[in-house]
């Protein structure tokens, strides 16, 4: 099977560091690939590369067995690509529906988007209504605007960095439910965290950064919450 997103000795430096130093890995259909490591390790570098915001100095990416370099966002997302920050980039004074169209490239006319938004909540277990005011919502309401804002583009690849963060443990179950919807479906998931029990519980493969590099890759069964840490 082909990967869906294949990185090759993806170098990006910054003056006085190096953010990735020659890291690979790949990532294959229809899987929850964590992105494990301290803060400084060079996570959040990457995914901005896979995600257009940052270009790398070296390697190679591919995705579908093509070569993939997207030169900004709006290319990645033409791509299948998406992405949920850790911090989201929403106006509270605006509606859901506001927000999720501020978002798209070519939004729909607003009864027809907000009847998108109620199939696509229904659809992956993420209930929100798409006249509410941003400014009301909890931070798990919020993110999942972020999120529906993300599927209504119909991503092959969801990018999420650091997506527990601001949850409560309820919302993160219920996020967890999401993810595990949206891999049934055949999309694929980067997850990334610094919380080795959400990785554990959730992820099919594991690549640990360290530094810049990749120290390592594993999966939950052949891996301990020890064994991580020791990685990291």
């Known amino acids: 099977m082909t990967p869906l997103l294949k990185i090759d000795r993806v170098t990006k430096a910054y003056p006085g560091v190096v953010a990735n130093d020659d890291v690979s890995f790949q990532i294959m259909p229809g899987e929850v690939h964590a992105l494990l490591g301290e803060n400084g390790a060079g996570k959040s570098t990457m995914v901005k590369m896979i995600y257009g915001l940052v270009r790398p100095d070296s390697g190679e990416m591919r ?117 595990e919807s949206l891999v049934a479906q055949g999309k694929s998931v980067i997850f990334i965290s610094h919380k080795l029990k959400e990785v554990l519980a959730l992820a099919d493969r594991v690549v640990v950064l360290r530094g810049g590099k990749r120290v390592g890759e594993t999966t939950p069964e052949e891996s301990s919450e020890k064994d991580l840490a020791a990685m990291m």
Do not use: W
């Open 63 to 179: 995705l579908n067995g093509a070569p993939y370099a997207p030169p900004e966002p709006r290319a990645a997302r033409a791509a299948g690509v998406a992405m949920v920050f850790q911090h989201f980039s929403l106006f509270e004074a605006l509606s859901v529906a506001e927000n999720i169209a501020l978002g798209m490239e070519d939004p729909p006319k607003p009864r027809d988007l907000a009847q998108r938004i109620v199939d696509v909540s229904r659809a992956y277990g993420l209930p929100l209504d798409p006249g509410r005011m941003v400014g009301d919502l909890s931070a798990g309401e919020r993110q999942r605007v972020e999120i529906i804002r993300c599927l209504l583009q119909e991503p092959k690849l969801l990018i999420m960095d650091e997506p527990t963060s601001v949850l409560t443990p309820q919302e993160v179950q219920g996020l967890f439910e999401v993810i």
